[in-house]
């Protein structure tokens, strides 16, 4: 579906708009050109299926070698193929998200988000409604602002045997909990119980690869015990990741044991 939208959108702009790439052109035609398709073939011609799909031509332009393989201006017209048909092996490949996941990227005006978070979604296999919350949280902004979390942006989609994890890499910092639904004021015990009981969407926040482990546990860290609120475990770093819940102020002599800790 997704590679056959990608062909609507390359016929529209070049075939009916002769190569006439401003958004603003060929409005009446496109308008025009979903009727007729509507009114012989059925639903999904809609008017805004078809802008979508021209948006979605020119924003994921596939290279030289893919377009000499597609169909040439003397293949049939839009409708008159199979989406199988529409669709060449070099198109499908290239989009291995689906149709919904393309739509809502396209709400994303940065190209280089736009690229991050469609890299990400195919990395972490996220939903989309998992690609819709991180989108609405500018995670992309949050990564770029993070310490030491620039290079997250620039890494390529494939990983490569010398690419070392780094945990300022892994961990994300700031996080944004507004899907806890917490009142102005609450306690570190209100914070811990909204924290698992929408555990899915924390895990989510945390990142890739974390797995929970269990609250309020034990651990001896040399000759001293240390109760942590929240105890996870990293499956790439081959880590823990302890989660001590501070409301008040961080004191210098608490963020040292933490430290010592950790």
């Known amino acids: 579906m997704t590679a056959t939208y990608w062909e609507f959108g390359r ?14 052109y060929g ?5 025009r050109l979903a009727e007729d398709l ?21 924003l994921w332009p596939i290279g030289q070698t893919t377009s000499d393989q597609l ?26 998200l689906p149709w919904s996941h393309y739509v809502r990227l396209m709400t994303v005006k940065n190209d280089a988000a736009r690229c991050f978070y469609e890299t990400e979604a195919l990395r972490g296999g996220w939903s989309v409604r998992q690609l819709d ?39 994300k910092d700031p996080l944004v909990l507004e899907f806890l639904n917490l009142k102005d004021e609450y ?26 482990v269990g609250r309020q546990r034990r651990l001896r860290i040399g000759e001293e015990w240390y109760r942590v609120d929240l105890l996870f475990y990293h499956r790439k770093l081959r880590c823990l990741v302890v989660i001590d819940l501070k409301i008040g102020k ?13």
């Open 71 to 96: 169909p040439s201006r003397d293949t049939p017209k839009i409708g008159q193929t199979v989406s199988g048909q529409l669709a060449t092996a070099p198109v499908r490949c290239a989009f291995p």
């Open 187 to 212: 306690s570190e015990s209100d914070l811990e119980e909204a924290l698992l009981r929408h555990l899915e969407k924390f895990l989510l926040e945390l990142g890739d690869n974390f797995a929970f």
């Open 38 to 58: 509507t009114a012989r073939f059925g639903r999904g011609y809609s008017l805004s299926n078809l802008k979508s799909a021209r948006t979605f031509y020119l």
């Open 250 to 262: 961080l004191t210098h002599a608490y963020a040292g044991q933490m430290h010592t800790c950790i």
């Open 11 to 24: 016929r529209i702009v070049e075939f009916e708009q002769g190569g006439e790439k401003r958004a603003g």
């Open 133 to 171: 919350r991180q989108i609405a949280t500018i995670f992309y902004e949050r990564t770029a602002l993070s310490r030491n979390k620039t290079a997250m942006l620039t890494k390529g989609a494939k990983a490569r045997p010398e690419d070392r994890v780094e945990a300022d890499e892994e961990i």
């Open 27 to 31: 409005q009446e035609l496109v308008a």
